[in-house]
């Protein structure tokens, strides 16, 4: 069971996840205020397309439709009694949404990339900075005569891994599987 942190501890820890906190919402904001309004534009409609105000008026329209071209509301005469005019909107907005769903998931893509060097960069400086502790913590052990048992695994551990030779392993590996997915 780990102690409580103290409030010294507590106090840096937020001002450090407070600013990393405020840097990202910061950088979202800068993206934002960069979209284009074509874009700005398309995430708008994209997110009214996904709400339920959008099911919600899409019942009321079919269903109203429906209603007067039955002639079930003899106030309005039928437009469509065949129901091909209801078809062709349909389909046509259906082109629209997903077209606009496609350039926002495009978006979203690009951020997610970005997302994923910058974690990559992160792990790659830990990887490196964890490496070389290693190493200075395994000179200080043979320096005070402290017997590592595991001395062929912090050998291989003290290792720089470059990200070239890991992607060149993935690749080897997912040839000898013959598969085009790392994971698979």
Same mark, same amino acid.
């Given at each position: 069971? #780990?102690? /409580?942190? $103290?409030?010294?501890?507590?106090?840096?820890? #937020?001002? !450090?996840?407070?600013?990393?906190?405020?840097?990202? *919402?910061?950088?979202? %904001?800068?993206?934002?205020?960069?979209?284009?309004?074509?874009?700005?534009?398309?995430?708008?409609?994209?997110?009214?397309? =996904?709400?339920?105000?959008?099911?919600?008026?899409? *019942?009321?329209?079919?269903?109203?439709?429906?209603?007067?071209?039955? =002639? +079930?509301?003899?106030? @309005? /005469?039928?437009?469509?009694? $065949?129901?091909?005019?209801?078809?062709?909107?349909?389909?046509?907005?259906?082109?629209?949404?997903?077209?606009?769903? +496609?350039? #926002?998931?495009?978006?979203?893509?690009?951020?997610?990339?970005?997302?994923?060097?910058?974690?990559?960069?992160?792990?790659?400086?830990?990887?490196?900075?964890?490496?070389?502790? +290693?190493?200075?913590?395994?000179? @200080?052990?043979?320096?005070?005569?402290? %017997?590592?048992?595991?001395?062929? &695994?912090? &050998?291989? *551990?003290?290792?720089?891994?470059? /990200?070239?030779?890991?992607?060149?392993?993935?690749?080897?590996?997912?040839? !000898?599987?013959?598969?085009?997915? /790392? +994971?698979?």
């Amino acid at each position: 069971m #780990s102690a /409580p942190r $103290s409030e010294q501890q507590q106090s840096t820890i #937020s001002r !450090r996840l407070d600013r990393n906190i405020e840097a990202l *919402l910061k950088r979202r %904001e800068q993206e934002a205020r960069q979209s284009s309004r074509q874009e700005r534009a398309a995430d708008a409609i994209t997110r009214f397309a =996904g709400s339920m105000m959008f099911v919600y008026l899409h *019942l009321l329209v079919v269903t109203l439709w429906i209603v007067v071209n039955t =002639g +079930l509301l003899p106030l @309005i /005469p039928a437009f469509d009694p $065949s129901f091909v005019i209801l078809a062709m909107v349909a389909s046509v907005e259906a082109i629209f949404i997903s077209t606009f769903v +496609l350039i #926002s998931q495009n978006r979203m893509a690009e951020a997610d990339d970005k997302r994923a060097d910058l974690n990559l960069q992160i792990c790659l400086l830990a990887e490196h900075e964890a490496t070389e502790v +290693l190493t200075l913590v395994s000179a @200080i052990a043979e320096k005070l005569g402290v %017997e590592i048992e595991t001395r062929e &695994e912090l &050998e291989e *551990l003290k290792e720089q891994v470059t /990200p070239e030779e890991v992607l060149d392993e993935i690749e080897q590996k997912m040839r !000898r599987r013959g598969t085009n997915t /790392p +994971l698979a």
